[in-house]
């Protein structure tokens, strides 16, 4: 079933030099108990997708067109006061460096009980209890005892426990995961991202898990969107992508994770850089970088086509192109 | 707790010492006690004996000495211009000082903070602007032009205030207050409001640009994703948060508003220590000078000691590393 379903979602900044267009009109959707993988290189608009979901875009930056449905009902025209109540109890959210978003001067458990009592009735000692609960559940040790404790006496993996904590205490039914693991140290990165899909799991909840690091991707989500300057270049089945890449993006980018099983000589990387805002060629965004290029891509925008079993914004699978 | 404040209060002696050297070295060089006590005749012998009787023969830090030993009791001698115990003439100015100090300040913090956060919160709004406007007058006007401005408009045109004095007052055995008279606090309010402008607008401005600064924490974001309202993030959250840097301003400034009451109290005539001072920096009235500059400087390390402890109250931070040095062998 469709829980989160992102329809030609479009996020403008407007400038002093013209209006920037950091997303164009992306769609894709999450089912319920479903984990889908975000990918991209930093500024192809992983996070600010994750932002316009929860409706927490940095202004000016705004929703310029599309629509999200969150549960079969538009979210992206609610008021603050409706979406407030959605954040949190609905669409929870996980941030990348939890040793600035956890607030230093309130205890851990304070954070957690005004979190808990701000989406449920609960009196002070049951909300208190489950906080203590969710702390132990996250396997923040000796929880009881911790739960008046300040951040700054947690370490960083601990921290983001806490953080995880946070975001699924009331029980959301989706939760927006951004790089929840790029700030901490490889051997607590594991850990973190397998007590996130634990958490799912036993919860029931759906997981968008933005990252730039496509061996998280590979072993956790089930799909797996790639994005190239602020659009979606190819969705699918995560085995799919990651084994049997269909745009030349994504193939590029699996290209370039090391692996142990097929050692090569050298890492292929992918030439030149993602364009800027201002200057995005023409037709698909790729073709100054790409090896397949040819006229059709430098002239007209390709949407998402079938390819196999996934789907890829490339005009190499326009099978109607293909019959002419 | 306490060996933190036994610590703070062993770092202000070297502090007072200094202060007091440069108290003590001002009776050296504004001048000649001896000369003045004496006027125009007299012999060799009578000068000699005066200055025997004085103690001004003996060395320099055994002046020093007996003059910090006698400060630290109290003693600062008799005043050259009224023939009076120093310390007499401070303790019956010293009420009406703090009066207007601590009404100054609380009048700059309850409407300093507020605006600081109000102007943060909604910093486009017309009323922030408004206020900011209203700040930079504050912030940049002399306090003697607020207060002779105040005296035109409110005294002289109106007549709704007096314009000097502290009208009647009411004593408690050494301290005497115009909290309980109409005319004390009618009295209070424009020297209170020149005193206190410049700090509120301050404040105002320091609580704003903090608040805003806070607003695009990590944290402050992440409490919106929680879901929290917006009451409890503004107020919960951010505002516990721009404490920290204003507690430190506040404090100094209310020091400051003790010591440089100076001349808001030469403006409004008010009895206070700084109109004390005043008049006795025209006559070169050394005992007073150097007995005001030496209370200032207890009054600054008092506050500082204050500021700490509200520090360790907000920051949990500070809490630990005082436990973590306690528990260190």
């Not at chain 2, 207007?100 to 956060?117: D, K, N, Q, R, Y």
Request: proline share 5%; net charge positive.
């Amino acid at each position: 079933m469709t829980l989160l379903d992102v329809q030609d979602l479009t996020v403008e900044f407007p400038t002093r030099r013209g209006t920037l267009r950091a997303i164009d009109s992306i769609s894709f959707s999450i089912g319920t108990g479903e984990i889908l993988g975000v990918v991209g290189e930093s500024g192809a608009g992983k996070s600010l997708t994750g932002a316009a979901i929860i409706g927490l875009l940095e202004p000016p930056g705004r929703i310029a067109g599309g629509q999200i449905l969150f549960a079969g009902k538009r979210i992206d025209n609610l008021s603050q006061d409706r979406m407030r109540a959605i954040r949190g109890r609905q669409i929870g959210a996980i941030f990348q460096d939890p040793l600035t978003t956890l607030d230093p001067l309130v205890s851990i458990g304070r954070q957690l009980v005004e979190t808990i009592q701000t989406h449920l009735r609960l009196s002070d000692r049951d909300a208190k209890a489950r906080a203590i609960k969710w702390l132990e559940e996250v396997g923040i040790p000796a929880a009881r005892a911790r739960i008046d404790a300040y951040p700054h006496e947690f370490s960083g993996g601990m921290r983001q426990r806490v953080v995880i904590a946070l975001a699924l205490c009331a029980e959301p039914r989706l939760v927006i995961a951004d790089e929840p693991t790029t700030a901490l140290d490889v051997s607590i990165q594991a850990q973190i991202i397998e007590l996130l899909k634990r958490l799912a799991r036993d919860h029931g909840t759906s997981v968008m898990l933005v990252t730039h690091d496509m061996g998280v991707i590979a072993e956790t989500c089930d799909r797996v969107a790639v994005m190239y300057a602020g659009r979606i270049a190819e969705i699918g089945p995560v085995v799919e992508v990651v084994r049997h890449p269909k745009h030349p993006y994504s193939e590029g980018l699996m290209g370039s994770i090391p692996s142990l099983e097929h050692r090569v000589a050298r890492l292929r990387q992918i030439d030149g850089a993602m364009p800027r805002l201002a200057a995005i060629p023409p037709g698909c965004p790729y073709n100054p970088r790409c090896p397949k290029v040819f006229d059709r891509c430098r002239v007209e925008r390709p949407g998402l086509l079938e390819a196999d079993a996934t789907r890829a914004a490339c005009w190499l699978y326009d099978k109607a192109a293909a019959h002419v | 707790m306490p060996a933190f404040i036994l610590s703070r209060i062993l770092q202000a002696i070297p502090v007072l010492l200094v202060v007091g050297f440069i108290s003590f070295a001002m009776f050296a060089f504004v001048g000649d006690p001896v000369t003045a006590m004496l006027g125009q005749d007299y012999t060799e012998a009578q000068r000699i004996a005066l200055v025997h009787k004085l103690g001004l023969d003996q060395p320099f830090f055994v002046q020093y000495a007996k003059f910090m030993w006698a400060a630290a009791q109290g003693e600062f001698g008799l005043s050259y211009r009224l023939a009076r115990p120093v310390s007499g003439l401070i303790l019956e100015r010293l009420p009406a000082t703090v009066e207007l100090a601590m009404t100054s300040a609380t009048l700059a913090l309850l409407i300093g903070v507020p605006m600081g956060v109000y102007t943060g919160i909604r910093r486009n709004s017309f009323a922030s602007r408004a206020f900011m406007v209203f700040s930079l007058l504050g912030v940049s006007l002399p306090t003697f032009l607020i207060g002779i401005l105040l005296i035109l408009v409110f005294a002289v045109l109106l007549g709704w205030l007096p314009s000097f004095g502290r009208g009647e007052v009411v004593h408690f055995s050494h301290w005497s207050t115009g909290f309980f008279t109409v005319s004390g606090l009618k009295a209070l309010i424009l020297p209170a409001v020149t005193l206190g402008l410049f700090q509120m607008t301050l404040i105002m401005r320091l609580v704003r640009s903090e608040m805003l600064e806070v607003l695009r924490s990590d944290y402050i974001k992440f409490a919106r994703a929680r879901g929290l309202s917006q009451r409890a993030i503004n107020f919960g959250h951010a505002l516990k948060n721009t404490l920290v840097p204003v507690i430190t301003i506040v404090g100094l400034q209310l020091g400051g508003l003790i010591g440089f009451s100076i001349v808001t109290e030469t403006v409004f005539q008010w009895p206070g220590m700084g109109l004390l001072l005043v008049q006795s920096i025209q006559v070169a009235d050394i005992p007073v000078m150097s007995a005001y500059l030496l209370l200032i400087s207890v009054v600054f390390m008092g506050i500082n000691l204050v500021v700490d402890l509200l520090y360790y109250a907000v920051d949990p931070r500070l809490r630990m590393t005082r436990r973590v040095s306690a528990n260190a062998p």
